[in-house]
């Protein structure tokens, strides 16, 4: 059977045309996460992989560089497609859960343009629009059974709305050109995650009122998902790099040293890294808190992704400041794995930091 459809959101082109590969790219702030998807059949296939330090990571890219850099991916990966889907930052592209009337995409696409700041609570200028209109749970429905429909009621769909800056969209669409790729879209790296869950634990997505955690190099992002619907999403200032500066100041030693330590066991950091993990448990369980009171529904899950989500250690502090168990998951399980030699080692290992690049490549595909 077909897969279902992921989140899809692309600013560049209202229908995306089915292509046998993909390469999706996460611009993260330090590292870029890169993956290559490949279509066989009615399965993706996970062909390659590709970790690369970020040009600039304390400052903008520029077109130039972004166009050098999306040139060094595409080697590094095979050149195997020209076609590329780029994660935007979770600073860089803002999401929304609204409710539009039920009209064509085009025409909800219109109306966030013209009153972006009732819908989006911001006044945002030269922005692109796009939204995804949510499929409604089975078996809700605001009328009663038997009841006739009322005439003058027109029904509203949930949709999620997002924004993007408009230069943003055009410095990529240049740059990939200027690296002899074709830009297919542009994913909010929020709905990365979301993606990559729904193909991978499709029971659990479907069933369960789930957070998913995924903790970036600046931010960590929460969006919380009830039977298959996003309720609710959060970021949060608090990243790795946070975590691990506030640890190598701590025990007065140098970032590369508190990085590595950070990923280990070792009882001698348990004080120090957890008073950096201890706010990222508070924001977190803030974000639960305000869920359950709104909905009286109780979070029963929390998956976590991102690089820091490789920290056994940071994992347990979670799980004792929030009371919740935070567990990791795997983004590549519903792909057959084709990597080659080292990948095919590693790819387990490396798994939680591609899960926003799967994510992104789902939904180009």
Known sequence: MPMPLPLSLSFLKGGLKKHAQMIAVDLGSRTTKAVLLERRGEILALTRYVLLDAPIYEKKISPQMLSEHLRAVAGAL????????????????????????????????????????????????????DCYIIPPR????????GAPAAPAAVPKLKVLAVAAKQQLVTDFIHAASEAGLTAECMVPGLIGPMNAFEQALPEIYAKDTLALVDIGYKHTSVCILDR????????????????????????????AEAEGIKMGMSPEIVPALQMQVVPLGRE??????????????????????????????????????????????????????????????EVEQVGPQLTVAIGAALAAF
Not at 90 to 98: F, I, K, T, Y
Not at 138 to 144: D, E, F, R, V, Y
Not at 295 to 302: L, W, Y
């Open 228 to 255: 298959g619907e996003l309720a609710l999403t959060r970021v949060i200032n608090i990243g790795g790099d946070k975590l691990t500066s506030g640890l190598a100041e701590a025990m007065k030693i140098s970032y």
């Open 284 to 345: 977190i369980r803030a974000s639960l808190d305000f869920f359950e009171h709104q909905q009286d529904r109780p979070v029963s899950h929390v998956y976590v992704s991102g690089g820091s989500a490789r920290s056994e250690m940071i994992l347990q502090m979670l799980n004792s400041e929030l009371m919740l168990e935070f567990k990791t998951w795997d983004p590549t399980g519903f792909l057959q794995l084709a990597l080659p030699g080292q990948q095919a080692v």
């Open 138 to 145: 089975p078996g809700t429905s605001n009328q009663k059974p």
């Open 78 to 129: 095979g050149n195997a497609t020209k076609h590329v889907t780029v994660a935007v930052g979770l600073e860089d592209a803002m999401v929304r859960q609204v409710e539009l009337p039920q009209i064509p995409l085009d025409q909800m696409r219109q109306i966030l343009k013209i009153n972006h700041k009732n819908y989006l609570q911001q006044d945002l200028p030269n922005h692109v629009f």
